[in-house]
């Protein structure tokens, strides 16, 4: 489905695979959290994400629930307002550690599935799935060829993707850093990296943000393969091979999480003109009548600021609407109209 919202400032906003600009998100996107506004977030939010993981990501849904402000522990928690950055269709689901070629499989799998429920999908490795010379794919020996299969599996597999769901958003993802270093991990990282940019495909670098300490520097081994900044793991051993971020590196990925989402929400924009004049709200702000001009709506509701549905109504095939919302109290409201395969998002004032 595409999804096209209007914004305070009249920008139609539209949310497709075919993009012009790079979406990677790192460690240098953490400053973009506090500029976030409230119709941003209001885009953002309404968007549904299914995300498929294991350990490393319920440390980060974890730390969505906090941003969220439904969490009272740790204390950083309470200081997040109740359902601001509200989560609600933001879905963690916990898959398990099946391998590399497992996991492709359960993604492709998940994403057959669930196709109409969602508007982007995702799913991580753990650094379990690049620790050298274990499993598949860094075998043992390390197999350069074998990786290297490894990586055009995972890369078919979102590319077919792609082109069996052109109007949705798959997102990907680095691998998690180990306190220690992993060559495997560095390798297929910087294939991952350089595809995205080189494809303008969305990235979500969690490895970079692991490796990035709070004063900028850039952390690696003595190889000069990327490691985890120890103060974001909760694993402190001596030659730790794993990082589970802790409470502080989650609450970064979360933010971060949320300015990807929220990129993605106002950043694929068109020229509102060529849908606004076939579309018409009228009058703007209205007292007690809202009329809609358009062909074959669907459904439109109304949201509070909050995101709170307050009105909803579907229709069978016509071209004009009205509707008497006399009984909602003089403020700002969001409508929302559903057509075949688009959606709109617009701002009504209520007088």
Known sequence: MKIYIISIMSLLIVFSSAYSQRFIYDHNSLNQFQNINENEI?????????FRHASVGSTINN???????????????????????????ISFQSRGNSGWNGKIEDFISEVDKEINN?????FKFCYLDALDETGDPCGK????????QAWELLKNAYEQLEAKYPDKIFIWWTIP???????????????????????????FDIADIECYDTLNNHITNQQGWEIAFKPYCGEQQEGAKACHPNWTCSIILA??????????????????????????????PFNSIL???????????????????LFKKTFSRTNNYS???????????????ELNNTIFIEKIIKL
């Open 177 to 203: 850093l180990t306190q220690s270093g992993q060559y495997c991990t560095e390798y297929l990282n910087q294939k991952i990296r350089n595809y995205c940019k080189d494809n303008n495909k969305i990235l």
């Open 141 to 148: 020996p390390f197999s350069e060829t074998k990786t290297n």
């Open 63 to 89: 730390a969505l629930d906090c941003i969220q402000g439904t969490r009272t522990s740790p204390k950083i928690c309470t200081e997040f307002e109740p359902y601001k950055f509200d989560r609600r269709n």
């Open 323 to 337: 509707f008497d919302l006399t009984n909602l109290t003089a403020g700002i409201y969001f409508i929302k109209i």
């Open 118 to 122: 969602y508007d982007i999908f995702s």
């Open 42 to 50: 209001f885009a953002g939010k309404n968007l549904k994400v299914m």
């Open 291 to 309: 009329n809609i001009s358009y062909q074959n709506i669907r459904s439109i509701e109304i949201f509070n600021v909050l995101g709170n549905s």
């Open 255 to 284: 933010k971060i999480f949320w300015v990807m989402l929220i990129d993605i929400a106002v950043n694929y924009t068109v020229k509102v003109q060529d849908f606004t004049k076939h579309l018409q709200i009228y009058p703007n």
